[in-house]
T-cell receptor, first 109, second 116 residues
Framework: GQNIDQPTEMTATEGAIVQINCTYQTSGFNGLFWYQQHAGEAPTFLSYNVLDGLEEKGRFSSFLSRSKGYSYLLLKELQMKDSASYLCAVMDSNYQLIWGAGTKLIIKP | GAVVSQHPSWVICKSGTSVKIECRSLDFQATTMFWYRQFPKQSLMLMATSNEGSKATYEQGVEKDKFLINHASLTLSTLTVTSAHPEDSSFYIC????????????FGPGTRLTVT
């Protein structure tokens, strides 16, 4: 079967750095996405990785290792507005997105 | 970037009535749209995949006769919740597949349905 695992909840301090991990087992791989979802809102796109390595975009970076079935989202200089759920999703061989359950990130002052 | 709209943003209806939710891709053609449901503090749950001009593909456990999906054009998909019950109260979110696979899905703002 297909499976995406990520921690349920994480807590971090404002101004700090946090890494949210995602491991996956899917039938085929056509890329991994990270989305941010604030409470009561729809998800918004953060990043896309299809090749191994680190993609940096401002305070957010996303890493992928296809051989390990592993990705992480790195958030730097945390701000209170970063409190949200972060969803990991893998595009399988049929170009369908397989979703993780999401990681709720709580930022404390 | 691509924009997906949803209407209405919230709706309250009485038990036993039907509610239609519209999902539109505003500046691109979406051959494939997706309908999700999300209960409070739970993850997204894919209900169905909608392809323009064909019948929707429903996920296991989703009643196709209760959740009617129509994707009659490249920019519009509708979800009708028939004979709604209080347990159908949820946040319904549609998304559209981008024209490039690297774009993933673009999400509408969601519709909060409350059935009284």
């Amino acid at each position: 079967g297909q499976n995406i695992d990520q921690p349920t909840e994480m807590t971090a301090t404002e101004g700090a750095i946090v890494q949210i991990n995602c491991t996956y087992q899917t039938s085929g791989f056509n890329g991994l996405f990270w989305y941010q979802q604030h409470a009561g809102e729809a998800p918004t796109f953060l990043s896309y990785n299809v090749l191994d390595g680190l993609e940096e975009k401002g305070r957010f970076s996303s890493f992928l290792s296809r051989s390990k079935g592993y990705s992480y989202l790195l958030l730097k200089e945390l701000q209170m507005k970063d409190s949200a759920s972060y969803l990991c999703a893998v595009m399988d061989s049929n170009y369908q997105l397989i979703w993780g359950a999401g990681t709720k990130l709580i930022i404390k002052p | 970037g691509a924009v997906v709209s949803q209407h209405p943003s919230w709706v309250i209806c009485k038990s036993g009535t039907s509610v239609k939710i519209e999902c539109r891709s505003l500046d691109f053609q979406a051959t494939t749209m997706f309908w999700y449901r999300q209960f409070p503090k739970q993850s997204l749950m894919l209900m169905a995949t909608s392809n323009e001009g064909s019948k929707a593909t429903y996920e296991q456990g989703v009643e196709k006769d209760k959740f009617l999906i129509n994707h009659a054009s490249l920019t519009l998909s509708t979800l009708t919740v028939t004979s709604a019950h209080p347990e159908d109260s949820s946040f319904y979110i549609c998304s559209a597949r981008g024209e490039l696979n690297t774009e993933g899905q673009y999400f509408g703002p969601g519709t909060r349905l409350t059935v009284t």
